[in-house]
């Protein structure tokens, strides 16, 4: 019976060292992914979005794509920088609060560290046109990666007519119309809720 019982304890004691082991290797890779993220970030939150598709859905497969969207939802409409948001989101989902911290810091401390290292430089060579050019260019490149994404998580995402009508709509009014974006997200949630209750009283309506 002893020996039973020590081994039980042993087997206890393994697995709560595996779980331990698993989390840290959760919370390294939030915090390795988001600085990865951060380094390669150039040009505003936006920027991220494709990085952070491919790596939290299709390296790590963290989120799949309605949920990458979901991501987008909150944090764009909250108040803060997107890249931020976006970093405390998924952390917090993946690894709770040490994940969010991670996955923050992660995020915030390639740029901290890049600016106060070239800060001087930049400030020198910030009229030099070779350096403008390249930044044209690569902002020209970013603009791509964004819109290549936007079209793949539409393709995943727009799954009926309603998707589409909110999805042109919201482009007008941004676009066109300059309306604040968190006004726009909180209409769409609004007229979705709307549309999900039609199509629950009347299910021959729900259709494309």
Known sequence: MREEERTQIH???QTVREGHAQRGALLWQLFASFFRIG????GGGLAMIPLLDRIAVREKKWFDEEEMMECIAVSQSL???????MATYVGKRKGGFAGALLATLGVILPSFIIILAIANILLRVGDNP???GAFTGIKAAICGMILATVIRLGRNNLKDAFGWIIALAAFVLIVFLQVNVVWVILGAAVLGIAWTLVRKTHPEKGGD
């Open 79 to 85: 108040p803060g920088v997107v890249a931020v948001n």
């Open 130 to 132: 070779y350096l403008a």
């Open 39 to 42: 380094l390669f970030t150039i």
């Open 11 to 13: 087997t206890e004691q």
